[in-house]
């Protein structure tokens, strides 16, 4: 995308992430065997060509199920995972290929948080430790004073107060909902300007998972960029500004919150909402199950790739592989990849 074609905010200034065309493989091992034959050699295509933009103050839900690609496009972004090809931009600089003292940099505004809290910390660090190991690994804080005021400060800003009932405690005295909140104020800590959150509360109990996600909510407001993956439609329809659906490493539908849940126009889409539960126990949805498995991502079917489960497909679907585009009737930044939306 030229310069003058990328996305600006409203005052000009580039998104706060910009994510264009990235794709992302893993090698398939052949074995001695295998390569002594002359297999051909296999990838896992992961990530196939995935964009999208983030903005300050905006919760962005990457939609989908498991094996979708989520988590590696997440990791590709923090540089966990190398991508193979695509352009990732933080505030218009263009990070894919910074390593060393840049990707150092680049993740004291860039912050994540993993999907399990019982495995993110150290049993060993108490809580005080765990927050404060940020500071000392980027050279921030100052002074012990300092870095302990901002301990407490990360601490009462993700929900934990008085800081003084949690200090000193270890990982394995704190509940599910509470070891999550040490992580996010961890993150929070070097005062980052995105968060990117994987599955934040699918390890934990229903009745706490309000809770985090509405400190995600308190974050997103204060100007903080999120990027929350989840699997959870109803999660992303209430928390999030914009929905993007994945399906087998590709983006297929994308626009406002509201406006996807409640007028999706992808099949793929509309097989996730339907299972859904209702608040309203006397409104009747049928579940739409879809027929078949998921592809296996090393062989991507031709055509578009959800054409195999899909309820609607025509022989067109076999041999078109559909880009994201406006489709009829649809308000602004709404986007399917389907012939027939």
Do not use: W
């Amino acid at each position: 995308m030229s310069e003058e074609g990328r996305p600006r905010s409203d005052d000009g200034r580039p998104p706060l992430l910009e994510v264009e065309n990235l794709v992302a493989r893993f090698a398939v091992p052949r074995g001695v065997v295998g390569a002594f034959r002359g297999r051909p050699k296999l990838a896992v295509r992961a990530v196939d060509g995935v964009s999208f933009i983030v903005r300050e103050g905006e919760l962005l839900a990457l939609v989908g199920e498991s094996g979708s690609g989520k988590t590696t496009t997440a990791q590709s972004i923090l540089r966990l995972v190398k991508p193979e090809a695509g352009t990732i931009r933080f505030r218009g600089d263009d990070i894919t290929g910074i390593s060393g003292r840049e990707l150092r940099a680049l993740r004291r505004h860039v912050q994540l948080i993993f999907q399990d809290p019982y495995e993110s910390l150290d049993p060993r660090f108490r809580v005080r430790a765990t927050i404060e190991e940020p500071l000392l690994v980027h050279g921030e804080g100052g002074g012990k004073a300092d870095r302990d005021r901002l301990v407490r400060e990360a601490l009462e800003r993700a929900g934990l107060t008085p800081p003084e009932l949690f200090l000193e405690r270890y990982p394995h005295e704190l509940s599910g909902g509470q070891r999550q909140r040490v992580a996010i104020a961890a993150s929070l800590a070097l005062s980052p300007e995105l968060l990117v959150a994987d599955e934040p509360v699918s390890m934990l109990d229903v009745s706490v998972r309000a809770g985090i996600l509405s400190l995600l909510d308190e974050l997103r407001r204060s100007g903080l960029g999120i990027l929350m993956i989840t699997h959870d439609l109803s999660t992303a329809a209430h928390f999030a500004d914009r929905i993007a659906v994945m399906y087998l490493g590709r983006i297929v539908e994308e626009g406002p919150a509201r406006e996807v849940v409640h007028n999706p126009r992808h099949p793929y889409t509309k097989a996730l909402l339907s299972v859904v539960p209702q608040r309203d126990p006397r409104r009747q949805t049928q579940p739409e199950i879809l027929r078949g498995e998921t592809p296996n991502p090393v062989n991507i079917p031709p055509g578009c790739r959800f054409n195999p489960r899909c309820p609607i497909a025509i022989p067109e679907c076999r041999t078109t592989d559909p880009d994201l585009r406006v489709p009829a009737g649809a308000k602004r930044g709404h986007q399917a990849a389907c012939i027939r939306a």
